[in-house]
């Protein structure tokens, strides 16, 4: 890389590469009346598996450096992996119940006839799944400065149509532009070295790439393109909490507790961001200066709510459009508000049709 790059020591410590027992006792929310309710927990120990990063395993981890968890008499194991597309066949073989995912996740399974449910919100992600110009266009204003240019993706993943959102939108002629098809970390570097000009990518990478003098120019929900600055919708995504339905029938209980720890973790996040990001840094392996921005580009919240609904209708319809599903998966046969019910029924302002 060129003498503008960031140094991985500077920018990763280490970034992803990688039940049963006594049971306790939930305390569910205080009602109108003030009475509480204790909740019995099925099982006290669970393991949780994502990968180390500020949209899937953020809260969870937030979560259990407050003592949230041991809060409910839960006992969560973590479990990292490389990549959330190691989630689907995991889930989908029965190694694992319980898995943070995206809605694509969800929708793959769920398209597949695999039984799992979305049973809690993480984080609105859209604002993560970005484009970035490498260092010769970043100063350019006309959009024909990109017809013809080399756009690098990684195939399978949505942020590509952020590029297709703003090329659509900017008259630009997509005939005339190449392709390139490259793992996260490869973009990074290609874009550096001028072997491509975009890169459509999502966080850390998009980060990495504007530290090495990139320049962010558009994410799934918002363009900075000049003069056409503002709020978009070209790539809507959230993060859930995915579990088997054998987990779901057999501890909603255990699961109510996990979700009111996290929502506590979701709160403090949302009240103190870069007191949570010094909490998180040792756990996520990110310096607290990187993990502060990285976290500002998601929308925290444990609520089913109209991001959820137009992250299942933009995902739908691009996994059919790029044939990994047959047809659109209805949302109520893949999404589960009972155990957010149980935490805070005010936590539900939308319901999966």
């Known amino acids: 890389m060129s003498t503008h790059a960031v140094s991985r020591r500077r920018f990763l410590w280490g970034l992803g590469a990688a ?21 019995k927990l099925e099982v006290n120990k669970i393991d949780v598996y994502g990968t180390r990063d500020p949209q899937l395993m953020a809260m969870p981890s937030l979560a259990e450096v407050s003592g949230y968890f041991k809060d409910e008499g839960l006992t969560v194991e973590r479990h990292f992996v490389a990549s959330a597309g190691e989630l689907p066949n995991m889930l989908a073989s029965g190694n694992i119940s319980i898995g943070c995912g995206g809605v694509t996740t969800l929708l793959i399974l769920g398209g597949q006839g695999v039984p799992v ?6 984080a609105d992600i859209s604002g993560t799944q970005a484009l970035v110009l490498g260092r010769r266009l970043a100063n350019i204003t006309d959009p024909k400065a990109l017809n013809g240019v080399k756009v690098g993706q990684t195939q399978g993943n949505s942020p590509i149509e952020v590029w297709t ?8 002629d997509r005939s005339s532009v190449k392709v390139f098809n490259l793992k996260p970390p490869e973009l990074v570097v290609a874009l550096d070295k001028g072997d491509i000009d975009v890169m459509a990518s999502f966080q850390p990478y998009i980060y990495q790439a504007t530290q090495a003098g990139a320049k962010l120019i558009a994410t799934g929900n918002r363009s900075y ?4 600055e503002g709020p978009r919708n070209w790539v809507r995504s959230n993060s859930m909490v995915i579990v088997t339905k054998a987990m779901l029938d057999k501890n909603p209980n255990t699961l109510a507790a996990y979700a009111r720890a996290v929502t506590r973790a979701v709160a403090d996040a949302n009240a103190d961001t870069p007191k949570a990001a010094q909490k998180l840094a040792p756990e996520l392996k990110i310096e607290p200066e990187v993990l502060l921005p990285l ?12 991001t959820v609904d137009a992250s299942f209708k933009f995902t739908n319809a691009w996994l059919v459009r790029e044939g990994r599903i047959p047809k659109p998966v209805p949302a109520r046969d893949v999404l589960s508000t009972s155990i957010v019910e149980k935490v805070d029924p005010a936590l539900v302002k939308w319901r999966p049709a």
Request: aromatic share 12%; charged share 10%; no cysteine.
């Open 165 to 172: 959102g703003l090329a659509t939108e900017l008259g630009v």
């Open 295 to 306: 976290m500002k580009f998601n929308a925290y919240s444990t609520a089913f709510d109209e």
């Open 19 to 39: 039940a049963g027992g006594a049971a306790g006792i939930l305390t569910a929310p205080t009602s109108a009346r003030g009475a509480v309710t204790p909740y």
């Open 225 to 228: 393109w000049p003069g056409r």
């Open 117 to 122: 449910y979305g049973v809690l919100q993480q």
